[in-house]
């Protein structure tokens, strides 16, 4: 298989799981470190500096997050990060957003048709929407 990584493998998944583990290891320990009654007895200094910067990173990411993640995931579904479901998803927005009076009565109009219509050459069909040569075939006969 000749396929790029990114076209092999959702990786805008796997940054997401990723993202995922390491909030929630962020939110374990600092409900860890906020409920140790321990530490607050012994060093109650420390461990209420250790709870503010928890909270100051919070705030960063509930600043920051919202905004990077939805652009981080449209970069990651354009060409040439392009998988299977990626495709799937963008042609069946075109779809659904397209207005009925708009289509051709021959047209190709289901998804699973126009993965078809890509293809799967050896060079690999992430580079064909890339350069646009998936644009000049034909569509599959009916």
């Known amino acids: 298989d000749r396929r790029l990584f990114h076209e092999r493998w959702q990786t805008e998944l796997m940054m997401n799981r990723l993202l995922q583990i390491l909030l929630y290891l962020i939110c374990y320990v600092s409900a860890r470190t906020m409920m140790d009654v321990h530490d607050w007895a012994e060093r109650p200094a420390i461990t209420g500096l250790l709870v503010s910067m928890f909270c100051l990173l919070f705030a960063l990411l509930v600043y920051f997050l919202p905004n990077f993640i939805p ?72």
């Open 71 to 142: 652009v981080f995931l449209g970069v990651m579904a354009l060409p040439p990060y392009v998988d299977d479901g990626n495709l799937a998803a963008f042609f069946g927005v075109l779809e659904s957003t397209r207005p009925e009076e708009c289509k051709a009565p021959d047209e190709v109009t289901t998804v699973e048709s126009r993965l078809t219509h890509v293809g799967t050459s050896d060079a690999g069909w992430g580079r064909g929407i890339t350069d646009g040569s998936w644009r000049s075939r034909a569509p599959p006969a009916s």
